[in-house]
């Protein structure tokens, strides 16, 4: 059993209490959300081009897919940013970066060497993005500060 002056501190404590980490935390999202909202502008400046590679991959409704995934990075990373639907956010852009990984950069099935070292440089970028992104997901459910603290869950 937790002592009751223990468990006082526990539920008052937060992620965010120590000096700064409200600060850094903004940092955090302003740099992952913001990054991934710009890579999904580059889905529509390039989307000619995305669109030839996502059916070289074999994705159904390359253009489409191209465009989806475009918006949900734009949507997912700005939502981060500004604190809106985080947990929605949060937790496509997990999904996202997880299945693009291994769909978009099968590193393994590539016998060229400089384009399997590009793929595999693809797929760990995303692969630990994924990792940010339920880091975030981890911390939906906590009210974050500087955010518009608006959402679903």
Do not use: C
């Not at 409200?22 to 940092?27: D, H, M, P, T």
């Not at 081009?49 to 409704?61: D, I, N, V």
């Amino acid at each position: 059993m937790i002592p009751s002056d223990l468990t006082t501190v526990v539920l008052q404590s937060t992620p965010f209490g120590s000096a700064g980490a409200a600060e850094v935390f903004l940092l955090a999202r302003v740099l992952f959300g913001g990054v991934l909202a710009f890579m999904g502008l580059n889905h529509f400046t390039n989307l000619d081009e995305m669109t030839g590679y996502a059916e070289f991959k074999g994705l159904p409704a390359p253009r489409l897919s191209v465009a989806f995934s475009g918006g949900l990075l734009v949507l997912g990373g700005l939502g981060l940013v500004v604190g809106a639907f985080q947990v929605l956010a949060a937790g496509a852009l997990a999904v996202f970066l997880l299945v693009s990984a291994v769909t978009m950069h099968d590193f393994w099935s590539v016998d060229d060497p400089e384009e399997q070292q590009n793929e595999m440089t693809a797929f760990l970028k995303n692969a630990f993005g994924a990792g940010a992104a339920l880091g975030f997901l981890a911390l939906g459910g906590v009210a974050w500060p500087y955010a518009l603290g608006i959402g679903a869950f």
